[in-house]
């Protein structure tokens, strides 16, 4: 089959324009619970997200009485933070790689946390795990940030 000049210009030029378009970004969601599925209290579910840059993740008020927010120091520098208001959904897009570490206030100290990475740079890790956290919190953000594969970077 011989493509007319026209034609062979047209599919030329649209192969370019669907190869110039960005990846899509992936939506993410964070149920906030009063009980997980595997019997513990107040957690984020999933508590621990990796995801790339430009991902959103949408903290859903499943249960109520919680609230998503960052937890001071916990961030890469110059990332923007977030505070949500208690019951309600909050979407939150990543554009910076790092360690973000977040609570849920009212419960924070029955250790309701959760940690998000994004990409593959990890820098503020030591600076993640040098934040002190009250009671429980303490013990599952430990877990968490054991949990982070560094190895591949």
């Not at 992936?26 to 430009?54: C, S, T, W």
């Not at 960052?70 to 933070?81: D, K, R, T």
Request: glycine residues 10%.
């Amino acid at each position: 089959m011989r493509l007319r000049p026209a034609t062979f210009a047209a599919a030329t030029m649209m192969v370019g324009l669907l190869a110039a378009l960005p990846a899509f970004a992936a939506d993410h969601e964070v149920k906030m619970l009063n009980m997980g599925g595997d019997g513990q209290r107040m957690v984020f579910e999933p508590a621990y997200l990796e995801i790339e840059p430009g991902d959103t993740v949408t903290f859903v008020a499943t249960d109520p009485s919680h609230n998503s927010e960052i937890i001071a120091g916990m961030l890469p520098e110059g990332a923007e933070g977030w505070k949500g208001r208690i019951n309600e959904e909050l979407s939150v897009t990543f554009d910076q790689e790092g360690v973000y570490g977040y609570k849920c206030l009212p419960h924070y100290a029955m250790g309701m946390v959760g940690v998000i990475k994004v990409g593959t740079d990890v820098a503020n890790l030591e600076e993640t795990r040098a934040v002190r956290h009250p009671g429980q919190a303490a013990k599952r953000m430990a877990e968490l940030l054991d949990g982070i594969d560094v190895a591949s970077n």
